[in-house]
C-alpha cells in the first residue's frame, strides 16, 4: 500500500485565497482590515520564522500585521504591560504571543492577560471553556488544521478510533476535545497518550486516525501504525539541516492508508487557521 499524501501546503492555500476574497468584503462592508498583533521575546530563531511566516501569510491575505519585538531581557510586567495596551488598542483585532516565552516569564500569567475576544491562539481559558463545550468562538489552530486535514483526506471521523499521542495544552488535549465533540469532523472514540502511557504499540495499532504531538523525531515507526490508518504528523523536529516530523514518513507511507507530510502538512494549516480566526475576531469586534 502507499498512503495517499494529505497536501497541507496545497489546501492552506487555497484556504487563504477564499479568506483573501472574505477579508475585503468585510472590510469593503465595514470599513475596518483585520489586524493581528504579534508579540516575539527574545532571539529563538525557530520563533522568528514562525513569526515572519506568520506575518506573510497576513500580507498575503490583505489582513495587516503588526509585530513587537522585545529583547529576552524584557520581564514580565512589561511584557504584561504591552498586552493591557494590545487589549485596549481599538485596531487591533487578535494577538498573537509567539511561544517559548523565556523561563524567567510565566507563560500562563501571559496568556491569561490575553482580551479572550482577541485570544485567536485560543489558549485562554474563557475560549477553551466555550471550545470544550462544543460553541467555540475560536478553533485552536493546530487541532482545527489537523482537522481540516482529516477532512480532505475525506476519512470518516464518526465511529472512527483516534488515538493522539500527546496531551499538551497546544495540541494534544484540544484535539482530543474537538475530535470527541458531536459534529461534523468528530464524533470519534478517543484515546489520548503520553509519556506515562503503557504498551504504546498496542495502543496506536487500533487507531483510525492516529495523531502524532509528540516533538521526538520520527518515534512513530510503521509497525505501530495499523494498515490503512489516516496519519497526522504534527511534529516538527530539526535533525541536523532537515525537518523531520514525528512519524518515520518513508516507511509509514508503505502502511498507512493516508499520511500528511513533514514539512508541507499541519505547519501551513496551523497559519491559515489563525488568518481565519483574525478575521473572526474582527468580525466579532465590529459587532460591539
Ligand atoms: P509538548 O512537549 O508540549 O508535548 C509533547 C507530548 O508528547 C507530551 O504530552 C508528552 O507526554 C508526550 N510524549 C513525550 N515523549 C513521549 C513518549 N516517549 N511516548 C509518548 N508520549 C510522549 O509538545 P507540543 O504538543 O507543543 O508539540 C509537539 C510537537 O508538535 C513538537 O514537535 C512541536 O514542534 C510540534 N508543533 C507543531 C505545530 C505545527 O503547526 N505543525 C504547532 C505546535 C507544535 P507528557 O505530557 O507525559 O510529558
Known amino acids: 500500500m502507499t498512503a495517499k499524501i494529505i497536501d497541507g501546503k496545497g489546501l492552506a492555500a487555497k484556504l487563504r485565497s477564499d479568506l483573501g476574497v472574505n477579508v475585503s468584503e468585510f472590510q ?31 500580507e498575503k491575505t490583505g489582513i495587516n500585521s503588526t509585530l513587537h519585538r522585545l529583547s529576552k531581557e524584557t520581564t514580565q510586567d512589561e511584557l504584561l504591560e504591552l498586552i493591557t495596551s494590545l487589549n485596549n488598542n481599538a485596531s487591533v483585532n487578535g494577538i498573537l504571543v509567539q511561544l ?4 524567567h516569564i510565566d507563560e500562563t500569567t501571559v496568556l491569561d492577560a490575553v ?7 485560543c489558549f485562554h481559558p474563557e475560549n477553551v471553556g466555550l471550545m470544550v463545550q462544543g460553541r467555540p468562538r475560536y478553533l485552536p489552530c493546530t487541532p482545527a488544521g489537523c482537522q481540516r486535514l482529516i477532512a480532505e483526506a475525506g476519512v470518516e471521523t464518526s465511529g472512527a478510533h483516534a488515538v ?3 496531551r499538551s495544552e497546544i495540541v494534544g488535549k484540544p484535539m482530543a476535545m474537538m475530535l ?35 516533538g521526538r523525531p520520527e518515534m512513530i515507526t510503521a509497525e505501530m501504525i495499523k494498515p490503512g490508518a489516516c496519519v497526522i504528523d504534527v511534529g516538527i523536529n530539526r535533525v541536523g539541516d532537515k525537518l523531520v516530523g514525528d512519524v ?6 508503505e502502511v498507512a492508508g493516508a499520511i500528511t507530510p513533514v514539512p508541507g502538512g499541519v505547519g501551513p494549516m496551523t497559519i491559515a487557521m489563525l488568518l481565519e480566526n483574525t478575521l473572526t475576531a474582527a468580525k466579532l469586534q465590529a459587532q460591539k
Open 100 to 103: 517559548p516565552l523565556p523561563a
Open 115 to 121: 482580551a479572550p475576544l482577541k485570544d485567536v491562539d
Open 248 to 253: 518515520a514518513y518513508e516507511a509509514a507511507l
Open 28 to 58: 469593503a462592508s465595514s470599513g475596518v482590515q483585520p489586524h493581528l498583533a504579534a508579540v516575539l521575546v527574545g532571539e529563538d530563531p525557530a520563533s522568528a520564522v514562525y513569526v515572519r511566516n506568520k506575518q506573510r501569510a497576513c
Open 180 to 214: 470527541v465533540q458531536k459534529g461534523d469532523v468528530a464524533n470519534a472514540t478517543i484515546t489520548v497518550a503520553h509519556s506515562r502511557t503503557k504498551d504504546l504499540t498496542e495502543i496506536t495499532r487500533q487507531a483510525d486516525i492516529l495523531i502524532a504531538a509528540i
Open 164 to 166: 493522539i499521542v500527546g
